[in-house]
């Protein structure tokens, strides 16, 4: 039988001031800060020097599960506040030209599929959007908001009640790194 981890141990990098009070975690870097509340988990999230060390007294396989997760969080939290994250969106259309604009926390794309009425996506967090030619840029500090906004636009163009073999029309995801471009 295989002996479930209870404890992981991320490194603080120089630069990034890490606060705990409780299970609540506050990332502060270059980039900007990030808040994230683990009080719902039943794990143990402790500061010692310059690490963060998750664990779990008592592992069930729910526990174990737990500690990996929200170990992965503040790995992307101390990512997100030295580097940043870009995900970059295709616009993709063969006959009626698809025109992507952002107002204020709102992207609009207009003319999908010759449609008269714009369809409307929110920006979720801190998220900045911007166009360039035919790519959508998503860029910001807080991965869950950066991948959900770029899968938002994304599902926003979806073909229904049509063949998608045949339109192939849409905005498309195709690079997801980390780090902000200008």
């Given amino acids: 039988m295989r002996a479930i981890e209870t404890v992981k141990t991320i490194d603080v990098p120089d630069g990034v001031d890490v606060k705990l009070e409780g299970r609540v975690i506050s990332v502060k870097g270059e980039k900007g800060s990030i808040t994230e509340d683990f009080s719902k988990a039943s794990v143990t999230v402790e500061l010692e020097d310059k690490k963060v060390v998750v664990k779990a007294n008592w592992p069930r396989k729910k526990e174990a599960a737990l500690v990996g997760t929200i170990a992965s969080h503040v790995q992307n939290m101390i990512k997100g506040v030295t580097k940043g994250f870009t995900y970059k969106l295709k616009i993709a259309f063969a006959h ?8 204020g926390n709102l992207v609009s794309i207009e003319n999908f ?3 008269r009425s714009p369809r409307v996506i929110k920006i979720r967090g801190d998220v900045k959007v911007s166009t ?3 790519d959508v840029l998503v860029q910001g500090i807080r991965l869950e908001d950066v991948s959900q906004t770029a899968a938002n636009i994304e599902h926003a163009t979806k073909v229904r009640r049509k063949d998608p073999r045949v339109f192939l029309d849409g905005i498309f995801i195709y690079e997801k790194k980390e780090g902000m471009e200008a």
Avoid: N, Q, R, W
């Fill in 96 to 103: 009626f030209p698809i025109s992507v604009k952002v107002k």
């Fill in 132 to 134: 360039k030619e035919d």
């Fill in 113 to 115: 599929t010759g449609e």
